[in-house]
């Protein structure tokens, strides 16, 4: 079974659905690192509860990009990573992850790309008035929100719809299709590496 690590920022409920799917036997890969650059977030607590290693940093306290991702590289070696999967990571990946990495890190966002790239996709969607948004699944490359599409599902905005709510049924697909992407991908790139 291949580890995989999962990079988050926030309160982590893509993780939780991420460990939960491995829980029950729908994801064929272990969920082995939390990668976390905001220590005090509520993600770190969740891992902790779960058992799962946690590396969490401060990017202030490096000198540079490459110096943390040089460390989070040793991090991901240490723990025999595979692939990485991006749930709310607030940063854009640098050479030093995408060269060690290339082509085993995924990230997921809340619009259909290329609409609506970077943060608060969901808000930049309500805000322009979209009666369609939804989730895209991709590849990372040194863009923001760029890289080759994996997988993309789309949600309707009703006019009985409020941000919550939109934002709670983009969540429900995140949380659905982004382990079953993990799941098809590790079986995927298993065969190729």
């Known amino acids: 079974m291949k580890k995989i690590a ?3 920022s926030g309160s982590g409920s893509n993780f939780e659905a991420i460990v939960r799917a491995e829980q029950e036997g729908r994801l064929d890969a272990a969920v082995s690192l939390l990668v976390c650059d905001k220590p005090q977030a509520a993600v770190v607590r969740k891992a902790e ?3 799962i290693p946690v590396f969490s940093f ?3 306290q490096y ?3 490459q110096a943390f991702e040089t460390e989070i590289v040793q991090e991901l070696e240490q723990h025999s990573i595979s692939f990485v999967f991006l749930a709310g990571y607030m940063r854009l990946i640098g050479s030093v992850l995408l060269q060690a990495f290339e082509g085993r890190i995924i990230n997921i966002h809340p619009s259909l790309l290329p609409a609506f790239p970077g943060k608060d996709a969901i808000g930049q969607a309500w805000e322009a008035g979209v009666k369609i948004t939804g989730v895209t699944i991709h590849y990372v490359d040194e863009g923001m ?3 080759r599409i994996i997988a993309q599902e789309a949600v309707n905005i009703r006019r009985t719809d409020s941000k919550e709510t939109l934002t709670n049924a983009i969540q429900a697909i995140e949380h659905r299709l982004y ?6 991908l590790a079986g995927k790139l298993e ?3």
């Open 49 to 51: 509860a779960l058992n």
């Open 191 to 193: 065969r190729s590496f």
């Open 6 to 8: 999962v990079f988050a």
């Open 63 to 65: 000198d540079s990009k």
């Open 58 to 60: 401060l990017p202030k």
């Open 145 to 147: 929100d760029t890289g």
């Open 179 to 184: 382990p079953e992407v993990i799941d098809e």
